[in-house]
T-cell receptor, first 114, second 113 residues
Framework: TQLLEQSPQFLSIQEGENLTVYCNSS?????LQWYRQEPGEGPVLLVTVVTGGEVKKLKRLTFQFGDARKDSSLHITAAQPGDTGLYLCAGGDAGGTSYGKLTFGQGTILTVHP | KAGVTQTPRYLIKTRGQQVTLSCSPISGHRSVSWYQQTPGQGLQFLFE???????NKGNFPGRFSGRQFSNSRSEMNVSTLELGDSALYLC????????????FGQGTRLTVV
């Protein structure tokens, strides 16, 4: 059974601060996806990383996939109140026909105070 | 390009009843997966359908079932509802093949009373 440990579970910061969310596993994933979810809505895909060591930047967000494809991080620079939400990492299965199955971390609830 | 459409958005059912939820994937996407999201368990994989065939199943009882039609639309059914089935049910649309990138619908909020 593949598991993804996401930390921290809660993060409350002031506008302008930087933060990092971590996603770790003992399993290898074929890809790692990061989502942001608002209350009562479905997760919105932020980025997909597929290559070990890959770094992707999306404005103030930087995503990294570990060299061994077992871990990932999301770094937000100069957080804004609009960044508030639930951040989820999700690992794609590495083999067979299980490409449609994503294993999700428990999520990080981020609150950015003005 | 239309996104993933789930209907209905909200549903209230009584214990013992059954319910059917619907999902229309993004045009051209052939894979539909279903997830259950609860505060305690997070997002849990239910099953995936590709070209009308169930390819993968999560660890849920047989009361949870699904199907996919030739136009890739999918339905999931839960029979003999229990209070613990109250959750946000999410449908994810994927192009298929080795591409794991999944796009979610807004979900159906099911409340069992």
């Amino acid at each position: 059974t593949q598991l993804l440990e996401q930390s921290p579970q809660f993060l409350s910061i002031q506008e302008g601060e930087n933060l990092t969310v971590y996603c770790n596993s003992s399993s290898v994933f074929s890809s790692l996806q990061w989502y942001r979810q608002e209350p009562g809505e479905g997760p919105v895909l932020l980025v997909t990383v597929v290559t070990g060591g890959e770094v992707k930047k999306l404005k103030r967000l930087t995503f990294q996939f570990g060299d061994a494809r077992k871990d990932s991080s999301l770094h937000i620079t100069a957080a804004q109140p609009g960044d508030t939400g639930l951040y989820l990492c999700a690992g794609g299965d590495a083999g067979g026909t299980s490409y449609g199955k994503l294993t999700f971390g428990q999520g990080t609830i981020l609150t950015v105070h003005p | 390009k239309a996104g993933v459409t789930q209907t209905p958005r909200y549903l209230i059912k009584t214990r013992g009843q059954q319910v059917t939820l619907s999902c229309s994937p993004i045009s051209g996407h052939r894979s539909v997966s279903w997830y259950q999201q609860t505060p305690g368990q997070g997002l849990q994989f239910l099953f995936e359908y590709f070209s009308e065939t169930q390819r993968n199943k999560g660890n849920f009882p047989g009361r949870f079932s699904g199907r996919q039609f030739s136009n890739s639309r999918s339905e999931m059914n839960v029979s003999t509802l229990e209070l613990g089935d109250s959750a946000l049910y999410l449908c994810a649309s994927r192009r298929g093949g080795e591409n794991t990138e999944a796009f979610f619908g807004q979900g159906t909020r099911l409340t069992v009373v």
